[in-house]
């Protein structure tokens, strides 16, 4: 069992709506981050938290440390926020532990 | 003001030869990490650097590969011999050594070995 477990593996969605993607975690950690990656892309770091909720722009990102679980919620998708979205854990003080990825389609 | 640079963007190379990756951290940064991305294992770390100084390379897969950061700007991943297996995108990021900081990713190096 990997230690940082993501669902859905893909999600196809229609412009506008609401997206939701999650991650449960079973290891001790001090941090938890969302990334973003665009096909062929580069890794963008759009969260790093390690309690409660962060806003940014349409994107929010929650964590319930009870519970090793965080998700990421896209308000009005758009197609440009098609990639693929990538939980990870900070392990210690500075070492990532990544999951394998949501792979998110929106269609005008 | 310039992110993580990366270097070359492509290498294909033939089994067997040596291959050389390159990063040049974000200025001011100390902290240096070395990830591998594939489709069957997704993103692993293979090596960090803290201070120019190695402190977690349990990642690296075997001895043919090597890490090193000469100064505290730029670090080189080498691989020697290559295998058909390394074929990957390699990417180095860099942070400040401080657990609050995310880690700022360069674009990333497309191998392919043959």
């Known amino acids: 069992k990997n230690e940082v477990e993501q669902s859905p593996q893909n999600l196809t969605a229609q412009e506008g709506e609401f997206i939701t993607i999650n991650c449960s975690y079973s290891?001790?950690?001090?941090?938890l981050h969302w990334l973003q990656q665009h096909p062929g892309g580069g890794i963008v770091s759009l969260f790093m938290l390690s309690s409660g909720k962060k806003k940014h722009g349409r994107l929010i990102a929650t964590i319930n440390i009870q519970e090793k679980h965080s998700s990421l919620h896209i308000t009005a998708s758009h197609p440009r926020d098609s990639a693929v979205y990538i939980c990870?854990?900070?392990?210690?003080?500075?070492?990532?532990?990544f999951g394998q990825g949501t792979r998110l389609t929106i269609n005008p | 003001d310039a992110g993580v640079i990366q270097s070359p963007r492509h290498e294909v190379t033939e089994m067997g030869q040596e291959v050389t990756l390159r990063c040049k951290l974000i200025s001011g940064h100390n902290s240096l990490f070395w990830y591998r991305q594939t489709m069957m294992r997704g993103l692993e770390l293979l090596i960090y650097f803290n201070n120019n100084v190695p402190i977690d390379d349990s990642g690296m897969p075997e001895d043919r590969f090597s890490a090193k950061m000469p100064n505290a700007s730029f670090s080189t991943l080498k691989i020697q011999p290559s295998e058909p297996r390394d074929s990957a995108v390699y990417f180095c990021?860099?942070?400040?050594?401080?657990?609050?900081?995310?880690?700022?990713f360069g674009d990333g190096t497309r191998l392919s070995i043959l």
């Open positions: 290891v001790g950690i001090s941090a």
């Open positions: 990021a860099s942070s400040l050594y401080r657990s609050d900081q995310p880690q700022h």
């Open positions: 990870a854990v900070t392990q210690g003080a500075q070492k990532l532990v």
